[in-house]
């Protein structure tokens, strides 16, 4: 074990006792590497930007759960940032897919099935979408058709961010369900 590792592991527990100086120290040694990481997933500045923000508030709040047995401090910061660029990407592949159906159907590029199918999956959308709770389809709405971020929709709705990261989920979870009937 070199001494980095060592003072990197000895970070972590203090950042797991709630230690803000700790803290602040792992992240001025991590975060340049792990925004790195998020801007050449995300191509976008913002957007990495945002990523790695809710990367360390992820880090702060579940810094007790690292086992420095498993590896170092930097592989379990990068790996929880890996899965935060990747929730991003599918979240900008759905919207991209959903408006690319909204564009085909609005400028007639369909062949006749293919727009009655894809207005019977509209409908079938729409229905799921009713069912939803308010708070749930609300969050979907601001996601999927609006593009908000998760820290936008929060704003928006006057909601706490894990509120509305849950209200996302469930409703993602819901929706999943009720599409495959």
């Keep these: 074990m070199s001494e980095k590792f060592s003072d990197m592991v000895q970070l972590m527990a203090q950042t797991s006792r709630g230690d803000l100086a700790s803290f602040e120290r ?3 040694a991590t975060s340049p590497r792990l925004y790195g990481l998020c801007l050449r997933m995300l191509g976008n500045r913002h957007e990495a930007e945002d990523v790695l923000q809710e990367i360390y508030i992820k880090v702060w709040h579940h810094a ?3 086992h420095p047995e498993r590896g170092s ?3 379990w910061i990068i ?3 890996r899965y935060a660029c990747m929730d991003v990407l599918r979240q900008r592949r759905g919207h991209q897919d959903v408006d690319d159906l909204k564009n085909q159907l609005r400028s007639g590029a369909m062949e006749p099935q293919q727009a009655a199918l894809a207005s019977a999956d509209e409908k079938i959308l729409d229905r799921c979408l009713r069912e939803l ?3 749930h389809r609300a969050s979907i709405q601001l996601a999927y058709f609006h593009g908000l971020t998760h820290g936008q929709m929060a704003r928006t709705l ?3 961010l894990g509120t509305v990261k849950s209200w996302v989920r469930r409703g993602l ?3 999943r369900r009720c599409l495959e009937r």
């Design 158 to 160: 006057g909601r706490p």
């Design 64 to 66: 007790g759960e690292y």
């Design 73 to 75: 401090p930097l592989t």
């Design 26 to 28: 792992l992240y001025s």
């Design 173 to 175: 979870d819901f929706m």
């Design 133 to 135: 709770s308010d708070e």
């Design 79 to 81: 790996s929880i940032g």
